[in-house]
């Protein structure tokens, strides 16, 4: 759920998901060294399933929740006067 602060939408987006993801994949599978205590594999896998439920979350309220669905798009008329050729 998105939570708003001064316009400002506060939930995972589709492009904070992919960086997860992407540093997930970078820690769990490139990444050779040891730090002792934290399995930094272990961490990436993390990331990366975080980064995935929230893609799939973002994804499902972008296109199920999206506020702009079913309005009407009304095109504007806007009138103006005829065109008059300048005086010479």
Do not use: C, H, K
Not at 23 to 49: E, F, K, P
Not at 58 to 87: C, H, K, T
């Amino acid at each position: 759920m998105a939570i708003s602060i001064r316009g400002y939408s506060l939930s995972m987006t589709t492009g904070s998901s992919i960086f997860l993801i992407a540093v997930g994949a970078i820690l769990r599978y490139a990444v050779t060294a040891t730090v002792s205590g934290i399995s930094l594999q272990t961490i990436g896998l993390i990331l990366i399933i975080a980064g995935i439920l929230g893609l799939v979350l973002s994804l499902f309220y972008m296109l199920a929740w999206n506020p702009r669905r079913g309005q009407v798009v009304r095109d504007r008329v806007i009138e103006r006067d005829p065109y008059e050729e300048p005086r010479v």
